[in-house]
């Protein structure tokens, strides 16, 4: 049973660099063909993805953090890595790693993808404050 | 960029059917996924690619997806599911997340 730890700073500056780890255990990171997700949520609002990692090294992200973040993945480790630059306030919230699924292909002439987190980490705080 | 509205809230009696919507345009042409959160919890997947069910999720739960609108439907609810649901879908390069709808059993 493939488990996800999220670990890292819990107190971060404003304009500081967040950096948090995702320690995958029960299975290796780059078996299968899955990707590795970081989702944030602040207190008390929704669900926000961060981004995603193949173990190729191939990333997607969120349009609106781009610029500021940058995902990354050790498989000697079996961990993947988040670091978002810049921090303000609104940075704060509960950051989740999740195993993720993506296919891609044809249904007759129309093209489909799905994509979904199937296990998610406990989740960590993170708080941005002087 | 691409939305998918759901309603705040949704209240349902025990042993009653709870249907929760999500709304995008064309959605239907785009495989959708459900999450329940319990306050303290991680999201948990509930329905995936429109209508499969994961191991261990209970058959109360389905889904569909057509048009503009996919539907969460819990049939026979219980009061363990009350929690926020949300729904994810894919659009072009990135994942998309509805606001999430809180489901009260009373």
């Known amino acids: 049973q493939v488990q996800l730890q999220e670990s890292g700073p819990g107190l971060v500056k404003p304009s500081q660099t967040l950096s948090l780890t995702c320690t995958v255990s029960g299975g290796s990171i780059s078996s299968g063909s899955y990707y590795w997700s970081w989702i944030r949520q602040p207190a008390g609002k929704g669900l926000e993805w961060i981004g995603r990692i193949y173990t190729s090294g191939s990333t997607n992200y969120n349009p609106s953090l781009k610029s500021r973040v940058t995902i990354s993945v050790d498989t000697s480790k079996n961990q993947f890595s988040l670091k978002l630059s810049s921090v303000t306030a609104a940075d704060t919230a509960v950051y989740y790693c999740?195993?993720?699924?993506?296919?891609?292909?044809?249904?007759?002439?129309?093209?489909?993808?799905?994509?979904?987190?199937?296990?998610w980490g406990k989740g960590t705080t993170v708080t941005v404050s002087s | 960029s691409y939305e998918l509205t759901q309603p705040p809230s949704v209240s349902v009696s025990p042993g009653q059917t709870a249907s929760i919507t999500c709304s995008g345009d064309?959605?239907?042409?785009?495989?959708a996924c459900w999450y329940q959160q319990k306050p303290g919890q991680s999201p948990v997947l509930v329905i995936y690619?429109?209508?499969k069910r994961p191991s261990g999720i209970p058959e109360r739960f389905s889904g569909s997806n057509s048009g503009n609108t996919a539907t969460l439907t819990i049939s026979g609810t219980q009061a363990m599911d009350e929690a926020d649901y949300y729904c994810q879908a894919w659009d072009s390069t990135f994942v998309v997340f509805g606001g999430g709808t809180k489901l009260t059993v009373l």
């Open positions: 999740a195993r993720s699924l993506g296919r891609g292909g044809y249904s007759g002439s129309e093209q489909y993808y799905y994509y979904y987190m199937d296990v």
């Open positions: 690619q429109d209508s």
């Open positions: 064309k959605l239907g042409d785009k495989y």
